[in-house]
Nanobody, 127 residues
Framework: QVQLVESGGGLVQAGGSLRLSCAAS????????MGWFRQAPGKEYVFVAA????????YYADSVKGRFTISRDNAKNLVYLQMNSLEPEDTAVYYC????????????????????WGQGTQVTVSS
């Protein structure tokens, strides 16, 4: 079992930045693809970003490309999401997730591909 705990959310003005962290415990996540999703009020989960086990490959949703950066520190069992140039449309609960299936070279973007989820952290961007 893997437990994931997100932190770093909060209230920020448009144009500002936040860095989310995802701390894993129970098992090393160094072999797992890690992803970030978000869910705005009344809407479905939406893929944000994913990173390969080594950190050598990343993939982003078009809506955040160039503004968000996903990274990881396997030695510390941590995953990060640096969010810059935030927009009101980025307001959502952000979730960290781990995919335990062997990496095939393709970073998963669907919710059902991920096996472990954190409880989420709220990000609110004011205009």
């Amino acid at each position: 079992q893997v437990q994931l705990v997100e932190s770093g959310g909060g209230l920020v003005q448009a144009g500002g930045s936040l860095r989310l962290s995802c701390a894993a415990s129970g098992r090393t996540i160094s072999n797992y693809v890690m992803g970030w999703f978000r869910q705005a009020p009344g809407k479905e989960y939406v893929f944000v970003a994913a990173i390969s086990w080594s950190g050598g490959r990343t993939y982003y949703a078009d809506s955040v490309k160039g503004r968000f950066t996903i990274s990881r520190d396997n030695a510390k069992n941590l995953v990060y999401l640096q969010m810059n140039s935030l927009e009101p449309e980025d307001t959502a609960v952000y979730y960290c997730a781990a995919e335990t299936a062997p990496y095939t070279g393709v970073l998963a973007t669907t919710r059902r591909s991920y096996d472990y989820w954190g409880q989420g952290t709220q990000v609110t961007v004011s205009s």
